[in-house]
T-cell receptor, first 115, second 115 residues
Framework: GENVEQHPSTLSVQEGDSAVIKCTYSDSASNYFPWYKQELGKGPQLIIDIRSNVGEKKDQRIAVTLNKTAKHFSLHITETQPEDSAVYFCAASIGEEGGADGLTFGKGTHLIIQP | GAGVSQSPRYKVAKRGQDVALRCDPISGHVSLFWYQQALGQGPEFLTYFQNEAQLDKSGLPSDRFFAERPEGSVSTLKIQRTQQEDSAVYLC?????????????FGDGTRLSIL
């Protein structure tokens, strides 16, 4: 089955700097890659996603890049703010017509924004 | 306009007891997923429903775990003869249709503690 590796496990950056989190996946059939933010005591919140027919997607300060050949994808957060502090998870799944698919998650990155 | 609702938020049970966890998906969402999240880990897929049909239960760890969604809306995850290793947060997610990986929206989970 699919295996998703995520690095780093902890990332500390100064407020205003950029943060980058990287993930690799094992199954070349995976074609959907969402990123979630999880705050303490809350469920994961979708922040951005990308499908395999796209190499990059941006939404304000957040961007995701996908390299299908290398089977890796990255989350980029620019101009970090204290409220960006949380645990971030990458995930992958194989979508098929007529059926959805469970997500395989990485182990998470604890992002700490230093004031 | 409520999101995914899960109850109870916290559940404490003695080893050997049966528990039932409830999920109310976003109204009209066809697909419903259950995940298990151990402390400090990413969520792990348990099972998937498309309307009332359970299409994938490959992630259920043992036959003590049972899920149902009889009317294609509310779902219940039941764990029989609970064991300490069942202690985790159980997350429910729903998505708007059954095609090719629509975004999954998560509830805040039920934190289950087995004594």
């Amino acid at each position: 089955g699919e295996n998703v590796e995520q690095h780093p496990s902890t990332l500390s950056v100064q407020e205003g700097d950029s943060a980058v989190i990287k993930c690799t996946y094992s199954d070349s059939a995976s074609n959907y890659f969402p990123w979630y933010k999880q705050e303490l005591g809350k469920g994961p919140q979708l922040i951005i996603d990308i499908r395999s027919n796209v190499g990059e997607k941006k939404d304000q300060r957040i961007a995701v890049t996908l390299n299908k050949t290398a089977k890796h994808f990255s989350l980029h957060i620019t101009e970090t703010q204290p409220e960006d502090s949380a645990v971030y998870f990458c995930a992958a799944s194989i979508g098929e017509e007529g059926g959805a698919d469970g997500l395989t998650f990485g182990k998470g990155t604890h992002l700490i924004i230093q004031p | 306009g409520a999101g995914v609702s899960q109850s109870p938020r916290y559940k404490v049970a003695k080893r050997g007891q049966d528990v039932a966890l409830r999920c109310d998906p976003i109204s009209g969402h066809v697909s419903l997923f259950w995940y298990q999240q151990a402390l400090g880990q990413g969520p792990e897929f348990l099972t998937y429903f498309q309307n009332e049909a359970q299409l994938d239960k490959s992630g259920l760890p043992s036959d003590r775990f049972f899920a149902e969604r009889p009317e294609g809306s509310v779902s219940t995850l039941k764990i029989q003869r609970t064991q300490q290793e069942d202690s985790a947060v159980y997350l429910c997610a729903s998505s708007s249709d059954s095609y090719s990986n629509q975004p999954q929206h998560f509830g805040d989970g039920t934190r289950l503690s087995i004594l």
